[in-house]
């Protein structure tokens, strides 16, 4: 017996040490440089030779550096531009998962990486303080990793720009880079590129090492490329020494010469038209000519509506071109209706909403490139109704930053990931789960991160407090920003906000169980509620009790969009919103919603109409940060707001279960006689044809799958005719004096009434 116990004992030994079949050596480490110093903006040429005696039919590699990089595999560029910018939270860094196999071939194969390192904090990303390089591959069977083995050496023909005074935006961990073509290392990338002379890096540790800590994986797919397109001179627009190439929107990009230049060392200075319009200057860039014609293509991105080139005397451009890039996800809703200004300001919307999705969602893409989460709630949105469900990712990685940055204190803030900001705006994290958790629920139905985000909620709403008689405390923060403009009743915005948030952790306590926090949140609201309306309801609308100038239009509209204002109320707050207007397009799309939740459709056109004509009639592709241009961002996300409004009331399409299990199609046609409008879900495409004239009104829907659309008749409808190869039946539960209501089973149907 005692002889079986030990050869069972030495089995099991046995087993355990041969789990993992790699050596130490065999491990992948991350990789430096042996003399690293920190400084912004270094780049870095790495290489690796491995021999494959057949072509693998996976070749998984893991990938992650701080802080982007470029991959070659045998001469060919794979990988533009490779990983987010770092920060999944305070301490760990993301990674990239890549198959390599359709580019290897028998013998030799060779890697080949650009690494830039941006050495800099910013709004977008934390640096780690070292640069480093980490490849963890199983090609075949083989470990291909980084190590020792490899070949590194700093590519100093990528520099800082110079030339003229300006200091760095600090928002911004990218700096202004210059590229010197005489340092340029010819066909590096190349398989028969001799690197012998090149450095041995230093390795720092396996995975896990300080100060990249643990890697997280990339959930967000690689950018799109959109592909190199190319001018000829003949077709730029020359201005002395200034050329310029129009761009047919306002995109991310990177930009293509082709030039002659009369000796080495002559300067090209490049800049987007945005460069002299912000306050905090985006993205530039330089090139340094070698002798004679050469050509050569940017790798850092930028984003404008034109780039202008400056030419130093001896140089002739020839040819410039661009290549867009972006997040890769489809513009692929659609809606139709016979009016060229709200067609014309969709346009501008979904080309300001594609300009600010990247590593992240951002404000803008050229003066911060960061995830506020007051602009993120109102992109996500946007993005459920226009983009395919591709773009729920980027929606799913800020929700899962905002928690996961979450202070040991139980503070939320953003923008995240950040290495120079960690200040608190109260209001926009209550926007956060007021409405981000909340949409992001209703859309997607991803219950698993309801889950996820309950504790962290909960920890930051506890931080607030309110009182017995229901009156939520200020609450100060970092910032205390509601609103861009004057006359803000913050205290207002604030119990509106509060209440909304609460209600929605209320909706996830009840999701994930916790019930005793689901009745404890909703007989708080019952009391914030009464004392709102009892204390802050005047004859002209709400006001809270410290405010003192002109009565606000934000608070009013914000109380109809809680719930907090009753029907009672709606005139006197529809005819304060005609009148008042002081939001910014960052609450105004609330105002908007709230128009439409009162019934005052025509009032929400007139006022769409009215405050953005300047954005719609402007020469520029995107919208504005302020109504008034001024020398603010003119492609700012929070202002396409009634994108939404023409998706969610006008064609009336929104869910009322999650993952449009079951949705609302609620039309408001205003004075519009026909609207084609359809949406991906994830649950299939919804579509919808309305038609109507002096004798008939005609919907054509199209449900999906697994889902069950809502309709609404006028009550007074004569020959209601409801046609398809489901099921339908009436909601007579839910009728009212307005309409009747219905239930259609996925499938297509055809509703006409007199």
Known sequence: MMKNTILFAFIILCSC????????????????????????????????????????SKATVKISVDSKYWLWVNGTLVIREGMVKRGPNPSDTYYDELDLAKFLKKGKNTVAVLAWYFGKEGFSHK?????????NGDIGGQSVVSDHTWKIRENSAYQRVTGWERSSNYRLPEVDVKYVATANIENWQNIDFDDSSWDTPIEVGAEG???????????????????LKKVAAADLVKNKNRVTLKLPYNMQFSYYIKVKSKGAGK????????????????????????????????????????????????IQLLEAGYRETGYKSEIDGSFEIDDPFMMTFLQKAENTLYVNMRDTWFDCPDRERAQWWGDLVLLMEESFYVLDNDAHALSLKGIRELVDWQKDNGVLYSPIPAGNWDRELPQQM??????????????????????????????????????????VNFKSGGWNWSDWGSKVDSELLEQA??????????????????????????????????????????????????????????GNGMMVLAGIAEQDKYETIS?????????????????????????????????????????????????????????????????????????????????????????EVFPEPLSYKNIKCSISTIK???????????????????????????????????????????????????????????????????????
């Not at 993992?20 to 290489?47: C, E, G």
């Not at 090492?209 to 592909?227: E, H, S, Y």
């Not at 200075?269 to 050469?294: A, F, R």
């Open 17 to 56: 040490n041969v789990v993992n079949t790699r050596s130490k050596n065999d491990m992948a480490k991350w990789i430096t440089v042996s003399d690293f110093q920190h400084a912004p903006n270094q780049w870095y040429n790495l290489r690796k030779s491995f021999n494959l005696d057949e072509i693998p």
């Open 127 to 135: 640096d780690s303080g070292k640069f480093g390089f980490f490849f």
């Open 209 to 227: 090492v300080a100060p990249w800590n643990n890697l997280v994986k990339r959930n967000i797919p690689q950018w799109k490329d959109f592909g």
């Open 267 to 314: 300067v090209i200075d490049i800049k987007t038209d945005s460069y002299d319009w912000l306050n905090d200057v985006p993205i530039s860039s330089q090139y340094v000519t070698k002798e004679g014609i050469q050509e050569y293509e940017h790798f850092p991105w930028m984003s404008g509506h034109e780039i202008t080139f400056d030419l130093e005397d001896g």
């Open 430 to 471: 209550l926007a956060a789960v007021a409405l981000g958790f909340k949409n992001y629920m209703m859309y997607t139905g991803d219950m698993e991160t309801y889950k996820y985000v309950f504790p962290h909620v909960k920890k930051y709403l506890d931080l607030w407090s309110v009182d017995p008689n229901g009156h």
């Open 497 to 554: 906000w509060y209440y909304m948030a609460l209600e929605t952790y209320a909706d996830i306590a009840d999701k994930v169980g916790e019930i005793a926090e689901r009745d404890r949140a909703t007989a708080t609201l019952e009391k914030i509620k009464t004392f709102v309306n009892d204390n802050y309801w005047t004859k002209k609308g709400y006001r809270s009790s410290n405010y003192k100038e002109e009565i606000d239009d934000r």
């Open 575 to 663: 005819t304060l919103l005609q009148n008042v207007k002081h939001s910014s397009p960052y609450i105004d799309k609330y105002q908007l919603e709230a128009l439409f939740m009162m019934g005052k459709s025509e009032q929400a056109l007139s006022r769409i109409k009215t405050r953005y004509k300047a954005m719609v009639d402007s020469e520029l592709t995107t919208l504005w940060e302020l109504f008034e241009l001024g020398n603010s961002s003119y492609n700012h996300g929070w202002s396409g707001g009634p994108l939404t409004i023409m998706y969610k009331y006008m064609a009336g399409i929104k869910p009322i279960r999650p993952g449009f299990e079951q949705f």
């Open 684 to 754: 299939g495409n919804i579509s919808l044809k309305y038609a109507q004239n002096l004798d008939n009104t005609s919907i054509e829907i199209s449900v999906p799958e697994q889902s069950e659309a809502m309709i609404r008749v006028p009550s007074g409808a004569l020959n209601v005719e409801i046609k398809g190869k489901g099921d339908y039946r009436s909601v007579a539960s839910k009728n009212d004096e307005k309409y009747k209501y219905y239930t259609l089973s996925s499938g297509k149907w055809v509703v006409n009434y007199k």
